[in-house]
């Protein structure tokens, strides 16, 4: 088997590409990645070494590129990650969201068609279902819900399903879709909440809540979101959508407590600042459909997975303090200097 993991140079799709290349050591794994400022070749340092693994440096867009590559390599199975995926970078510049989630996801299914892929797997988000009330702890994101988006990201995320489906309606392309709640762990780009906090943390800097903080996230340990993908594209149906999460919500000012306490540094650290335009309230999945049909459920509990994820940070300092040594200080400026 063959699969191409596209934006497997960050966050979650390197973390798949360890996991595939462990859980089936016969596949032949491709990276498609064309190294955005979290693309990060250090991040696939562990995989370079296997013969089953190649890595090829390309934009997702680059049609040319992408169909003389599936001609290539005459893929059986396509899990596409490659995205903007930050919703304070999409408020700013929304254009390259449009044209990487949208028309890159256009482009690979072209592909898709064109060299017969036996099942093409969009990562997408549960940020397309909108938010829940604060008040209605009752109330959980069915695959059935509409979809409504309330940031530039979460509206490329949610174009990009729609087109997907009418792939599989017009074409008959076999897809299938995974709606994924919020992802912790290793390898994530200090930009995000986690590890951005982490790393204030550890510098006794400000940590930076928006808002009032009682935004709630419902947070999934990444290998339990790689495993979900990996039982999705062996036996989930085509055309179908799933859902992942492992009912793990929690208030931003919760995880940042929690942070703090873990790394010994004085809640006198948090510091409220504007609120985020358009911040959604609360995401909570329920996964009762992947559960039933495939018999996923997350592994990992929240109060191990974060002791893990803070435990990685101190291991791998070199890792993001080389991210934070570039760009990433002049967006750290513009995002939060008057914040
Ligand atoms: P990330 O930002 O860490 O990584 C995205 C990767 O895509 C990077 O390696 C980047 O270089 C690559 N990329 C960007 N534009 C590209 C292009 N035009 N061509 C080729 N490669 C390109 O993102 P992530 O957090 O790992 O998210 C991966 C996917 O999972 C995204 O589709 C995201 O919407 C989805 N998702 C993320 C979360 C989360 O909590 N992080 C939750 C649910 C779903
Ligand atoms: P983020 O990690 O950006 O993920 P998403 O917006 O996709 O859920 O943010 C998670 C939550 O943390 C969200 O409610 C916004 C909040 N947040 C802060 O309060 N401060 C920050 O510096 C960041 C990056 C996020």
């Not at 990276?31 to 979290?38: A, G, I, Q």
């Not at 200090?190 to 419902?218: C, F, H, Q, S, W």
Request: hydrophobic content about 35%.
């Amino acid at each position: 088997m063959k699969v191409l993991v596209t934006g497997g140079a960050g966050f979650i799709g390197s973390n798949f590409i360890f996991y595939m290349l462990d859980k089936h050591p016969d596949y032949d794994v491709v990276c498609l990645d064309c190294l955005t400022y979290c693309g990060n070749m250090k991040t696939l340092d562990p995989a370079m070494a296997n013969d089953h693994f190649k890595f090829v440096k390309g934009d997702v867009t680059d049609r040319e590129l992408v169909f003389k590559l599936f001609e290539e390599e005459k893929f059986d199975v396509v899990v596409n990650f490659a995205a903007e995926s930050h919703v304070d970078r999409s408020i700013e510049d929304p254009g390259v969201f449009l044209r990487t989630n949208i028309l890159g996801t256009q482009v690979l299914m072209d592909a898709s068609r064109e060299y017969g892929v036996g099942r093409f797997h969009q990562v997408g988000t549960d940020e397309v279902y909108g938010d829940l009330p604060l008040d209605r702890p009752d109330l959980f994101f069915t695959e059935d819900m509409p979809l409504t988006a309330s940031s530039p990201y979460s509206a490329s995320k949610a174009s990009a399903d729609l087109l997907v489906m009418a792939y599989h309606r017009t074409y008959g392309l076999p897809v299938t879709i995974s709606r994924c709640s919020n992802n912790y762990g290793p390898y994530q780009f200090p930009e995000k909440l986690i590890p951005l906090m982490i790393k204030n943390a550890l510098a006794d800097e400000p940590l930076p809540v928006y808002g009032t903080g009682e935004n709630v996230r419902d947070w999934l340990y990444v290998e339990d979101h790689c495993k979900a993908i990996d039982m999705i594209i062996h036996d989930g149906k085509v055309g179908e959508v799933y859902n992942i999460g492992g009912h793990n919500e929690k208030s931003n000012l919760d995880v940042v407590k929690t942070i703090l306490r873990q790394v010994g540094k004085p809640e006198s650290l948090i510091t409220f600042v504007g609120d985020r335009k358009g911040h959604d309230l609360r995401y909570a999945i329920d996964p009762a459909k992947i559960h039933a049909e495939l018999g996923w459920l997350p592994d990992t509990k929240f109060d191990d997975g974060i002791r893990q994820t803070i435990q990685w940070y101190l291991d791998n300092r070199s890792w993001w303090e080389e991210i934070i040594s570039g760009e990433y200080q002049e967006y750290y400026e513009k995002m939060y200097s008057n914040r």
